[in-house]
C-alpha cells in the first residue's frame, strides 16, 4: 500500500511532536531497511512486518554500545525534549540486549537529563513469557497494547508470530499491573475487523478489570494503514467509548482525536 509512514532512521530520531507525549526523543532499536516485530498490526502505519518474531536476529540489531553512544551524544546535546523513548520500527522489547540497554539509558539519563522521564511503547508481547519487573521499573512511563483479547481478533487485527496467546499477554500484564502502575493504549477500528462493539469489545473490557491498569488511551487511526479496508472509526465513537470504559472500570480513559478524517 502506497503513502505508508516511512521507517525511523538511525538510532535516535526527532524529537517527534506526539499527541500523548509532546516532544518525545524517539530510540530505535532496529535497523531503518525493516521492520522488525512480534506483531504484524492490520493497522500499523509502517506497512507489514518483513520479519515477524519474538527472537530477532541479534546480527541485524544495533549492538548495545551503538545505542548508548547515540543517546549520550544527544543527551549531551542542546537538543530540547520531554520524554525519551523507547518506540522506533518494530517492538523495543524483542531486542535481545533491552535490559542491559535500559539499565545503562537509566544511567545516562540521571547522569545528563534526571528530569526527563522515560518512556516505553511496547505492544505488551514479551510479557506472555517473562515479567522483567526490574527493567520496567527503570522506566517511569510504561504503555503496553491491548486491542483485543480473544485469541480469534487477536491473530486478525494484530496478527501475531505464531508462538504468541492473548491469553499468555493478559495474564503478564496483569501480573506487572499489579506491581508497576501501566497505561493500557487501545486502537480501535473499523471495517474488515472492528473492536469497538459486541463481543469482542466486552471481552476486551473484561480483560481490562483484570488488568486493573492505571490509565487507559484509546484512540483510532488516521494515518496509512498496512492492511486495505481498515478504517478509522469517528472522534464522537472515541469520546462515547472513552466515557462508557471509565463509567464500566472506574479507570482514567482518555480518548486522543484523530488529526484528519481519512
Ligand atoms: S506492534 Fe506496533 S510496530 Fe508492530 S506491527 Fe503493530 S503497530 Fe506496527
Known sequence: MSNLLPLQKGIIYGPVNSKR???????????????????????????????KTSKPNRADLPKVDEVINAVEQVLKSSVE??????????????????PEI????????????????????????????DVDIDTLSLIENR???LDCADQKSFMIMNDASSDLKIADIIAGLEKLSAVLPITIQTVFVDGIIQNYQGE??????????RIKPQKIQVYSTDRPVAVAGIKMISNEELHRLANLIQEQTGIPTRAYEAQKKR
Open 200 to 209: 469482542i469489545f466486552d471481552q476486551w473490557l473484561k480483560a481490562i478489570k
Open 81 to 98: 525534549f520531554d520524554y525519551i523513548t523507547f518506540s522506533g520500527n518494530g517492538e523495543p522489547m524483542v531486542h535481545p540486549d533491552f
Open 102 to 129: 535500559v539499565r545503562k539509558i537509566s544511567e545516562l539519563r540521571d547522569k545528563y537529563r534526571h528530569d526527563v522521564p522515560l518512556t516505553l511503547l511496547s505492544n505488551s508481547s514479551c510479557l506472555a513469557s
Open 143 to 145: 504503555i503496553f497494547k
Open 21 to 51: 507525549l509532546g516532544r518525545s526523543l524517539g530510540i530505535n532499536l532496529f535497523p531503518d531497511t525493516k521492520k522488525i516485530c512480534s506483531f504484524d498490526c492490520a493497522y500499523c502505519q509502517y506497512g507489514r512486518t518483513s520479519d
